[in-house]
């Protein structure tokens, strides 16, 4: 799953919280929440890393002409 499918995700299981009447299966969505939140954490900050790194060699680049 990418990590616009996992955004998506995250929003219909927002969705399903609001509409549970039960609080175990409230639990078990925030609980699959939680889990999809922090992937979705780790795929932004390793992207962030990427872009630093690019960002450098593009300085470099430029700072060689």
């Given at each position: 799953?990418?990590l616009?499918?996992?955004?998506?995700?995250?929003?219909?299981?927002?969705?399903?919280?609001?509409?549970?009447?039960?609080?175990?299966?409230?639990?078990?969505?925030?609980?699959?929440?939680?889990?999809?939140?922090?992937e979705?954490?780790?795929?932004?900050?390793?992207c962030?890393?990427?872009?630093?790194?690019?960002?450098?060699?593009?300085?470099?680049?430029?700072?060689?002409?």
């Open positions: 799953m990418n616009e499918e996992k955004i998506a995700k995250l929003d219909q299981l927002a969705n399903e919280i609001e509409d549970s009447t039960s609080l175990e299966k409230s639990l078990e969505i925030f609980e699959q929440s939680i889990q999809l939140a922090n979705c954490m780790t795929t932004l900050n390793d962030k890393g990427k872009l630093v790194v690019l960002q450098e060699k593009v300085r470099k680049i430029t700072d060689e002409d």
